[in-house]
């Protein structure tokens, strides 16, 4: 899905009662190369959408590949 501006996005994302994930990706050496932003289908699979949350945060349960904050 593309949206004209950050505005655009974030009425669509509202307008969903979805939980949304922000990731920044960089690679080593160079500035950052833009942000991806993850719709989870809370309400279609709520315990892998916890799940994966809880990665994300780095709870219990984390997983730090190489290069990654």
């Known amino acids: 899905m593309e949206f004209e501006d950050s505005d655009e ?15 920044s990706l960089a690679q080593a050496g160079s500035d950052e190369l833009g942000t991806l932003v993850l ?10 959408c916890a799940n994966f949350v809880g990665l994300v945060k780095g709870g219990q349960y984390s997983y730090e590949g190489l290069g990654s904050k």
């Not at 996005?9 to 990731?23: E, F, K, L, S």
């Not at 719709?39 to 892998?48: F, G, Q, R, W």
Request: proline share 4%; charged share 10%; net charge negative.
């Open 9 to 23: 996005m974030m009425a669509y994302c509202q307008g969903t009662g979805r939980t949304y994930v922000a990731m």
């Open 39 to 48: 719709e989870l289908y809370t309400d279609i699979a709520p315990a892998t």
